[in-house]
């Protein structure tokens, strides 16, 4: 038995020790973007919060091995975040039924202990985004207010890798992009916030 164990360690190191020399990755993620509410100054009636629902997203990665290492490896990466349906809510009918939005952040990663089968991670960057306003307010009717705006974004994100089979590993993560603000319709008292994606998903290691 204890010859087993040491038999199939041996393997999971091997096969990991393999991964870790492919140079580049292509993950797919799903989950959702969480934002916070904001309150309206200045008002106090109920309802006068904006609330957004977490909207289901997908994010696509693209990532290349820079800089390999033992207890530390390196990675430039290009996070894609596409946050398909993001609801509003809000107690008086001036706000767009929802948005969409895509985030594009190019990045460094910074993987921990890279040659063993579960791999801690931290990547940092920044990029641009967009937000898409539905063209119905909430309640009905048209949107009279702007439906498009372009926004620079900061990236900070952590997650962890575990091997799975052969040339794929499953990764859990969490992103904050932080953004400029989506076009409400009212002034929240803030220009920027922070949207949240928690995604898993399956990475595929490829080249040498």
Do not use: C
């Not at 975040?81 to 993001?86: I, K, M, P, R, V």
């Not at 910074?110 to 040659?115: K, L």
């Amino acid at each position: 038995m204890r010859r087993l164990i040491i038999a199939l360690f041996a393997v999971v190191l091997f096969s990991q020790s393999g991964l870790s020399q492919q140079k580049n990755q292509l993950a797919v993620m799903f989950g959702r973007t969480f934002v916070g509410h904001q309150t309206v100054p200045g008002t106090s009636f109920i309802g006068n919060t904006v609330a957004f629902g977490a909207g289901p997203s997908i994010e696509a990665d693209y990532s290349r091995l820079v800089r390999p290492g033992d207890l530390v490896s390196i990675s430039l990466e290009v996070p894609v975040l596409l946050n398909l349906d993001e609801d509003l809510n809000y107690g008086v009918n001036v706000v767009p039924m929802d948005y969409s939005s895509y985030f594009v952040t190019p990045s460094a990663r910074f993987t921990f202990f890279p040659n063993v089968p579960i791999t801690p991670w931290a990547s940092v960057g920044g990029g641009f985004g967009r937000f898409s306003e539905s063209s119905d307010l909430l309640f009905g009717g048209a949107n009279p207010g702007a439906k498009g705006s372009t926004t620079g974004i900061f990236q900070f994100g952590v997650g962890l890798d575990v091997r799975a089979w052969r040339s794929f590993s499953v990764r859990g993560e969490a992103r904050d992009f932080y953004s400029g603000v989506p076009q409400l319709n009212l002034n929240t008292g803030k220009s920027r916030q922070s949207n949240l994606f928690v995604g898993l998903g399956l990475v595929w290691h490829f080249g040498r």
